[in-house]
């Protein structure tokens, strides 16, 4: 029965640390391969205000399926029989269950909402993940590069 703790919650701290691996950087200083190498248009304006939000975390699937196996291969070491592949069941649902919060919660990051009036006169709010090396506030001048369905905001 201890071996069997053992073994599930190494399962569980394996699903953390892969989790923990599958969070990356969307501020405004990361592009993805895909944005690479491809035209892009800016714009200029000034900042109107800056406000604080939670990006919400992923939910891929993986944490839920990592921690579902462990839950079950815990669960199945509740007893022989039929009280073993219930508790495998009831180990493998509770440890998906857990999995998917962990992944959400491990991979929320913090952003800003940056409104930002354009030379043009326009209003425009774009919302990205806060890093610590590039902070905006109200009336700095910024640039919005845009491309591929996305823009950030930068100095």
Known sequence: ???ANILAGALI???VVILSGCATGVGGGTYSRDQVRQEQSVRTGVVESVREVQIEGTRSGVGAV???????????FMGDGALGALGA??????GGLVGQAVEE???RKKGLEITIRLDNGSLVAITQEAVADEAFKPGERV???SGSGVSRVTH
Do not use: H, K, W
Not at 89 to 94: D, E, I, P, R, T
């Open 143 to 145: 640039r919005i590069v």
């Open 89 to 94: 069941v009831l180990g493998a649902v509770g």
């Open 1 to 3: 029965m201890q071996q």
């Open 105 to 107: 919660g491990v991979t």
């Open 66 to 76: 990592a921690s579902g196996v462990a839950g079950g291969i815990g669960g199945s």
């Open 13 to 15: 701290s394996l699903s």
